[in-house]
Each structure stands twice: as structure tokens, then as C-alpha cells.
């Protein structure tokens, strides 16, 4: 019956309008949303009714149009609005905006999903956390900072926790070096003999004898000389050490240093520690008095002698109670050693102090010495020394060298020099290997007459050890911290998931997308990259839903309705006459 069709198709223009409504609604009570998507609802026609499909024209009659009669609206669908919205600054680092394509990955309870809203925090373990607690996913990196491109993982970032030290690898010195100082005459020349004097010489008997016109030579064991005051007796005994304390070079106190005592050391051994422990460097070449610089036995006289390096940075200073013999249980047994001191080092020369880090960011002390070496018609010659107490070893030496200066003071060797420095036992890689440069851009070492010499470390790379103060991240992801040091270090990489269909991705609420049958498979992808848009640190992207658009389509929706319940009603008030007939 033609009215009760009418009373049909006006319900599907209501139900129809009713969900439009609550699409409408939807978006409008959304409009604060962070990152949310409008939809919008599409409609098509329901069945017609066809009385007549309509004809050909003939040669008699014309063609006459399909006969068909609606039977209202159906609800075809909803699609989702992925268009760009506006992005707001927050000013807190930790808010994300994803500027053009692109969903943030994150990990929760139901396994993983996308979104587009950016507004993360961290939880109690430094994670970067949705506000549902869903962590986000991105590319984390190793112990040494590298990232590992690839594998998704959570984003960590421990703020107060991480700690970071940067070994130093380059020392720049600069300063003037007085060309018109005085030349060396030689270095400090100290002699060590018995407590009483005299010198030493091998026992009766000795497993390892000297020749016959020597009273002890470099090979001769230590536990092998004979005490000078108790004949027959060994002056010094396995199990024993040998301490260097109270040593002075150049007015600067030497380290303390110890020479174990076994039943195999040798005389060459502990002129060897001597050597190592009051840093007396192997030059290559005689002191302008003729010596060699180091320690020697005088096999004829039983003496120890210690020839050190020019300059009187060099200078050496060392009592007979600088020297100890200690006993095992560390009690002093006695003073072996009588020193007389026949010559002092001089020439000009000077001294600086710097510090290097090394790769766990402790502080290591380095001493650079430059002494006058030569003086010539083509300009000046200075040997430097670098030396550190703080190498793990015993051995104070790192190495020597030579610097050659033209008539008008300027450097003609290549620098930068190289060196390196042991570190053993510390936990720190070793060796710390660092470079010394003299001429860097517009500083550099000169050689001029300029009384008194003057050197001194004008930058150094490195750094102490420090914790994660602050992080950044960029366009590409990629996620900075700054750290109490003055280091910057990779912490990481948001990452991005790109589908080939946005609109066939599911809603789950909360912000949240998961895959969908029709969306295609999510590819992880840096930003800027394939497409993708670009992270934007310290915003958040707001809804992009148009209020007054939507107020429109409310309008519509609303007339729609009206219209259609008077479709209802009209058909209702036939059905009434047609009643009125029957009686």
C-alpha cells in the first residue's frame, strides 16, 4: 500500500539523519581533542521500486524514461579526515606533533597501536608514555651511544641517571718560550754509595760474580751485595722494596715509588726503576757536559750514579732519606743510600700542568717541560718532556722531543705531537692516547726574547663524567641529550608507522588507530623519510575539526530529520482518512 511505503521510507530518513546527528555530535564534542580526526557520514539511496525500466524511441512513439519510485536513505559509510591540524606550542620537549603524514607507534596491554597524539611523559623507569601508559616505540641505542637502526624497542629517557664521560684526544699548548734564556751546561749529577760512603760491592761467593777489576756490575743481584757495615751479610733481601719518597724535580715533589725486591732483581732493574721514577728521559744524544742522561753502575767504584736531563725544571733533588728500604710489614729498615749531589741542571726552561679525561672521565695530570737545546744562525731549538703521575705504571715518562723555532720565532715542526698514556688497572680504556699541538689557527707557540718563559694549555677536548640534564629531539626523530658536562649524546629516534590507506586504519579510542584489514601493512620509517612528515618537539596538534562546518551540517541533519517525520505524520493522517471511509 503506497502510504505504508510513504511511513517506511520517512523512518529511513530518520534513522538516517539520527546517525548523521551523532557523527556530528561526535565531532563537535571532540573539538579539544589532541590530534583528534573528524569523520563525516556519507549516504545513498536505498531499493527503488521500478514500475517500468522505460523504452527505446520507435519510429511511431518517442522513448519514454524509467518509472521508479525511492524507498529512502541507507547510511552508506563514514570516512575519517586525516588533514593536517593546527599544531600548538606546549614549550616541554617531551609533546610530539607529527607535521604531515605519519602516526607515532606505541606499545600497550592490547599489543600495538598508532596515533597521532603526541602528548607523552615519562614513568617511573624514564620511558616516554602515552597518558593511558602505552610506551612509545622508536630506536634505542647501544652502550656507546650508537643507534640501532631497526629494531623498535621503548624510549628511554633516564633524566638524572645516564652518565657520560668523553676521553680527551687533543691539547692545545701556546705561550712564548725567552729565546735569549741561558743555554744548558748540563743536567743534575748525583751520586749513590753505601750508607757509610763507600761503594758496593758483591759478596763472597755470589751466584753471579763480577769481573775481576769490579766490585759489583749491571748484572749483579741486589741480594748479592754486601752490607758495608756487617761483613758477610746481604744488604738488601728478597721480599723487600725499594721506596722512592721525598724525591724533589725541579722544586716539585716526585711521586712515591716501589721496587719489590726479588731473589732475581738486578742491578739494571732498579737503576731502570730510578730512571722510571724521577722520569729522567732517554734523549739520544749527550748532555752539553757529556753525559748521557740516566743511571749507571760504576762497576770499578761500586757507585750508582743518576745523570739527568737539562733545564732547571729538570733539576733533581734527593737525600739519602729519600731513598728507603722497606721491610714487609712496611716498616723502615734502614737508609741504603748516601747521595751527594756534584752538579745541578740548568738552562732555560719551563713547566705547565694540564688535564686530560680519560675514557671514564677522570681527571688525569699531565707535566709539559720545554728546555732551551740549541741556539743558531737559523734560529732556536727546545726540547720538550711530557710526563704524568697519574700514568698507571711507575714510569712517570710519555715522551721527548724537539721543537725547532726560525729567526722570528715561529715554529718550523710539524704538530701536532702523539702520545700515549697507560691506564691499566683503572677500568678506563688504555692507553689513553691524546695529541699535543703547539700552532692551531691563530694561537700558537712562539720563541721570542721575552723573559721569563711563559706556556699554558688553551683548550682541551674531554669531559668528566656527567648525568642527562636535558634531551631535545628533531624533524628526523632523532632524540639529543645534554648532559651536566657539556656533552651532547644520541639517546635515540622516534620513529614513524606510514600505511598506504590512513582511512582503513580502526579506531580504538583514546586517540588510538590499529591496523586494519584494509589500511595495508605499517611500514617503520625515520620521519622526513618515505613521505612521512616531520616531529615537532614542544607542540601538540589539535583537532582538526571546523566548528562551524560542523554547526552547518547540524543544521542540515536536523532539517533533514524534521522533514522526514513529516513525511510520517502526513502518511499517518491519510492512513486516518482512509479509516473514516470504512465506517
Known sequence: MATTTALLTGLTGLNANSRHLEVIGNNIANVNTTAFKGSRMLFSTAMSRTMHIGSEPTEDSGGVNPFQIGLGVNVAGTQHDFTQGALQPTGDARDLAVEGEGFFIVDGDGGRYYTRDGSFRQDAEGNLVSIRGERLQGYAIDDSYNLIDGVLTDLNIPLG????????????????LNASGDLPAGGSTIAFGAGDGSGFSVMDGASNPPGADEMMNATSLLVELEDPEAAGQAMFAAGQRLQING????????????????????????????????????????????????????????????FGNTGT????????????????????????????????????????????????????????????????????????????????????????????????????????????????????????????????????????????????????????????????????????GVFSNGLTRTLGRVVLAKFTNNEGLVEEGSNLFSQGPNSGEPAAVTPMSFGTGSVVSGSLEQSNVDIGE??????????????????????????????????
Do not use: C
Not at 641517571?161 to 712564548?176: E, I, K, L, S
Not at 725541579?250 to 732498579?270: D, K, N, R, S
Not at 734523549?283 to 760504576?298: H, I, K, Y
Not at 680504556?429 to 694549555?457: H, K, N, R, Y
Open 247 to 306: 724525591a724533589r724535580k725541579g722544586g716539585a715533589e716526585v711521586p712515591v715509588a716501589e721496587l719489590a725486591i726479588t731473589p732475581t732483581t738486578t742491578v739494571q732493574e732498579m737503576l731502570d726503576f730510578f730512571e722510571q721514577a724521577l722520569g729522567v728521559h732517554d734523549t739520544g744524544e749527550r748532555n752539553p757536559d757529556g753525559a748521557t742522561p740516566g743511571a749507571v753502575a760504576l762497576s770499578a767504584t761500586g757507585y750508582f750514579t743518576m
Open 161 to 176: 641517571a645516564r652518565a657520560v664521560a668523553q676521553a680527551t684526544d687533543y691539547v692545545r699548548v701556546v705561550g712564548n
Open 313 to 480: 725544571v729538570n733539576d733533581l733533588e734527593i737525600s739519602s732519606s729519600a731513598v728507603r728500604l722497606l721491610n714487609a710489614d712496611d716498616s723502615i729498615d734502614r737508609l741504603p743510600f748516601s747521595t751527594t749531589k756534584t752538579q745541578e741542571a740548568t738552562g732555560e726552561s719551563v713547566r705547565t700542568t694540564f688535564i686530560v679525561y680519560d675514557s671514564l672521565g677522570q681527571e688525569v695530570a699531565v707535566d709539559l717541560s720545554m728546555v732551551l737545546d740549541s741556539k743558531g744562525d737559523t734560529g732556536t731549538g727546545w726540547r720538550y718532556f711530557l710526563e704524568s703521575a697519574d700514568d698507571s705504571d711507575i714510569d712517570l715518562r710519555l715522551t721527548t722531543g724537539e721543537l725547532s723555532f726560525d729567526t722570528s720565532g715561529l715554529l718550523l715542526t710539524q704538530t701536532p705531537i702523539s702520545t700515549t698514556l697507560d691506564r691499566a688497572g683503572t677500568g678506563a680504556a688504555t692507553p689513553l692516547s691524546f695529541s699535543v699541538d703547539f700552532a692551531e689557527g691563530g694561537e700558537q707557540l712562539t720563541a721570542l726574547s721575552d723573559d721569563p718563559s711563559s706556556i699554558a694549555s688553551t683548550f682541551r677536548n674531554g669531559r668528566p663524567s656527567g648525568t642527562l640534564e636535558d634531551f631535545g629531539i628533531d624533524g628526523d626523530g632523532l632524540i639529543s
Open 550 to 583: 560542523e554547526l552547518t551540517d547540524m543544521i542540515m541533519a536536523s532539517t533533514g530529520y524534521s522533514a522526514s517525520s513529516r513525511v510520517i505524520q502526513t502518511a499517518d493522517e491519510l492512513l486516518q482518512q482512509l479509516l473514516l471511509l470504512a465506517r
